[in-house]
Structure formats: C-alpha cells, structure tokens
C-alpha cells in the first residue's frame, strides 16, 4: 500500500500513513502561468494498492481535476489500484435539477470518479435524497461517520446538554449522538428561500433552561443555518450555545459571524481549520485496515 496526499490532503494522509506504519509521499502539483496544472507522483506505484487522500475545500474544481489526473496517472505507472479517500467530498448538495436546465452534479462526480478509481471511502457524505453512495458510484465506497466521536467529544467536553438538529435530516443524526450520550435531542424545521435565506423554528417544547444547547450539523458553509437557529433558540430561552460540525466549509466569514453571535464552534478534521477539535484519522485507519 502507498499513501499518496493530494494538495489538501496532507494533514490527514500523514496521520494516517503513520498510523498504519505505511509509506507515504506528497503529490507534485504545479500550475502553467496559464493555469494549467500537472502533477507528478513522486513514489514508485507499480503493482501497488494506492491510496489518494483529498479533502475538496477552497478551490474544489482544481482539487478534483488534481485527484483525477493523479488516479490517472497512477493507473498509467502500474498501480494495482487506486481508492481516493476524500474526508470532505463536494457537490453532493446538488442532487436533482431543481431549476430547468440546471446541472445534476452529484451524478456528474459519480461517474467521474468510477471511471478512474477502484474504491472510494467519503466521511459523512451530504446524502439527501440519494439514499446511499451506491446510488451514486458503482465503484466499492465507503461511507464512513464521525457520528461517535462527535458523541464522545460532547460526552468528554459539554457536561448537561441538549443535542439539536438543525434539520428534518439531521434528526436521525442527532438522535443518534444523543442516545449514545444519554440526552434529551429535538430538531429545527428549516425552510431555505436561496442560498442565503433560510428560516427555521423547533419542532417540540423543550426547556432549555440551564442545559447547554448543543446544534449538531454535518455542514457548516455559509453559517445561516445555524445562525438561524441559534437566532430562534436565543428567543426561546437558551443561554449557552455550541455548534459541532463535520465539515467546516466556512465560507463568507461564516466562522466570524457565528463567534461574534457567541456560539462556539467545534469541528473535525476532515477540512482543516481553526475550529478543528476531533481527529478523524482513525475512521480512515479503520477502513483501510479491512
Ligand atoms: C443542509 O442540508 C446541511 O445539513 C447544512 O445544514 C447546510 O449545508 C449548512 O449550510 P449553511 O451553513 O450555508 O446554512
């Protein structure tokens, strides 16, 4: 086995690789004054199980362009096979047309991504409507959660909580994190107008009293949901309020926005930023190690 780490994947790729006592190298990637990019594959591949670590965040159409040319590359060196292990997988959100004319995206990826890689592990994939990653690749894939260790972190660090689901979706979610915690959870029910407007209220009464709120989130992006909710928890008596997302995409200050509301922010490691409290290294280790 050979763990490669793609541009955004090195944080993870050497934890992992460490952790499995496995050899591991950085992907060479370079731009053309153009904007062209190649990459070079610095480790001998051939008749090697290759394992490409990405996290697509910031500049995402790069970041996949980049992992499919270097699974391409791969193949052409003689790699046995190439699984991409992508700890933040894009374009999942944009799962039917919802407008005419428009793009179905996630079956766009999905067939890119058969074409060049033999197996695909996603932590926490945005799945709405697609029920399970086979509806979207026909390639073995991993659906890997940091359900648990989110679990274990509130357990560890946030003593008399309330879990919350910002979402319809989130609620299994949620419910979830706050059976193996043994507490109270309730869910927002949240109308989006645009990207940029949505509006939420709580489906159940529920004191909030002195317990600390706790919204649970795969996602945080533009903040609005969350601010929204936070918003609306406020009016109905929380005091103390803390978010823990999977994903900090944070786009649009949305990390500002939310401390200056002061809800504290907890996130995993599967894009790296400031708000990183929980290592995800071990979900990886694991399904590679099967
Ligand atoms: C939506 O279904 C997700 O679970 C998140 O709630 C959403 O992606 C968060 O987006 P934003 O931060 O832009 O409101």
């Given at each position: 086995m050979k763990i490669i780490a793609c541009s955004n994947g090195l944080h993870l790729a050497k934890n992992v690789a460490k952790k499995l006592k496995k050899p591991y190298s950085e992907l060479e990637v370079k731009h053309f004054p153009d904007n062209e990019l190649k990459v070079a594959i610095k480790t001998d591949v051939k008749k090697k199980k290759v394992i490409l670590v990405q996290s697509f965040h910031g500049d995402i159409n790069d970041q996949l362009v980049e992992a499919l040319f270097a699974a391409y590359t791969a193949k052409d060196l003689g790699a046995k096979s190439i699984t991409l292990v992508a700890s933040y997988f894009p374009?999942?959100?944009?799962?039917?047309?919802?407008?005419?004319?428009?793009?179905?995206s996630i079956e766009i990826v999905g067939k890119l991504i058969d074409r060049v890689f033999d197996e695909i592990a996603i932590i926490d994939p945005h799945l709405h409507r697609e029920k399970t990653l086979g509806h979207i690749f026909k390639i073995k894939a991993h659906r890997l959660t940091a359900n648990p260790l989110i679990a274990a972190y509130i357990k560890k660090h946030i003593k008399n909580a309330v879990i919350i689901g910002p979402d319809w979706e989130s609620y299994k979610w949620a419910e979830k994190t706050a059976d193996i915690i043994g507490c109270e959870s309730a869910i927002m029910e949240k109308k989006r107008y645009s990207a940029r407007k949505v509006e939420v209220k709580l489906n159940k009464k529920i004191d909030l009293g002195k317990r600390n709120v706790v919204i649970v989130d795969d996602i945080i992006s533009t903040g609005h949901t969350l601010l929204e909710s936070a918003k609306l928890l406020r009016k109905i008596g929380a005091k103390k309020i803390a978010a823990i997302c999977v994903?900090?995409?944070?786009?649009?200050k949305a990390y500002e926005k939310l401390k200056k509301a002061k809800v504290d922010v907890v996130s995993c490691n599967t894009i790296p930023h400031?708000?990183?409290?929980?290592?995800?290294s071990d979900l990886v280790v694991n399904a590679l190690s099967q």
């Open positions: 374009y999942l959100r944009q799962d039917k047309r919802f407008k005419p004319g428009e793009s179905v994903h900090a995409v944070f786009v649009e400031k708000s990183n409290k929980i290592d995800v």
